[in-house]
């Protein structure tokens, strides 16, 4: 019964980096099949790894091209983020979700909006998902933000 339990258990990590760093933050992306959600960075500053899969928010404005491993987003609407995190984990067999700075929802989306966001990304049933947060809680809604992420993370990692 145990083992049914934590195979379905579903982590949530919220890491909090000085500055954005796609190096560094590649390596804190669990080792499997991994969607990662690009708020902030360009899928063409990762290094190709077969076990990645980029969701891009920028480089469509760009005028980016899509590559086999990335869908280019048209702009960071969380509904479009959900989509594309179905195709990233029916399609492409994505089991672990990554985004690289959570706070820049809010530029688009109410505090209240992105909360519920990551609850349903969460309930999708992946082993794990890695929300990041790159800033220094500039704002009071960043700061609450982050106090409502503590409250439904399983793991708080703090680096500088």
Known sequence: MLDILTMHMCWLKVVSMKEQNPQKMMKMIPKEKCCIVLLENFYTDFTYNDRFFFLDALSKRKGSSAMSNCIL?????????????????????????????????????????????????????????????????NSDEEARMFQDLRLIADEIIMTL
Request: glycine share 4%; net charge neutral; with cysteine.
């Open 73 to 137: 987003l048209d702009r960071p609407s969380i509904n479009e983020i959900k989509a594309s995190i179905n195709i990233a984990i029916n399609d492409h067999g994505c089991n672990a979700i990554s985004i690289d700075n959570i706070f820049a929802l809010l530029s688009y989306h109410r505090r209240d909006e992105i909360l519920l966001f990551v609850n349903e990304v969460k309930c999708m049933g992946q082993k794990s998902m890695l929300f990041n947060i790159a800033r220094n809680l």
